[in-house]
């Protein structure tokens, strides 16, 4: 029987440390601990599913809290099965002792543990779209302030016109003239033409 551990953060900049400190006090071997740095909106998630093709019957996986598996109510459901029943694994939950499947495996056991799953993984996706939500509120007044989301334009210097002159008359160099309107030749050329000085 193999003993694995499965971390998840939601970005690249997220730390694990937390998680992976829970795994070590486990003793579970780093080499058998699989993490992800994505989303947890579905399970296309590459160490998830190398972790899947890792699992055997009779092996253990601890993650550190439910929503560490995912956000989906339903897609958290239907995992947790193939992994107990498909799978054969035993699922330990750090966080929440009563979602252990080693204990219990009577009937009231298993209800108990199905219950706990199923409010847990309710939560963990109505945070999610809590989360969207506010996102969602927060762009619509950030907007309605006035804030512009997207790249910043290249505002092009109030001298620009002057500058193109002097660079059509070989007065200034590229490399000196990009410089000075902070552009880069491609934005420096749609000014350009934007300010009708192509023929300068």
Known sequence: MGTYGYVRVSS???NEDRQTHSMSELHIPPANVFIDKQSGKDFERPAYKNLINTLKNGDLLYIKSIDRLGRNYEDIQNQWRILIKEK???IAVIDMPLLDTRLNKNLMGTFIADLVLQIL???A???RDNIHQRQTE????AK???IRFGR???VAPDNFGELVKQWSKKQLGKAEILKMCNMSQTTFYRRRAEHGLIHE
């Open 121 to 123: 993984s309710f939560v």
């Open 144 to 146: 309605a302030r006035g």
């Open 138 to 141: 927060g762009i619509a007044a």
């Open 125 to 127: 996706q109505n945070e």
């Open 88 to 90: 054969g694994v035993d």
């Open 152 to 154: 910043l334009i290249k």
């Open 12 to 14: 690249k900049e997220q």
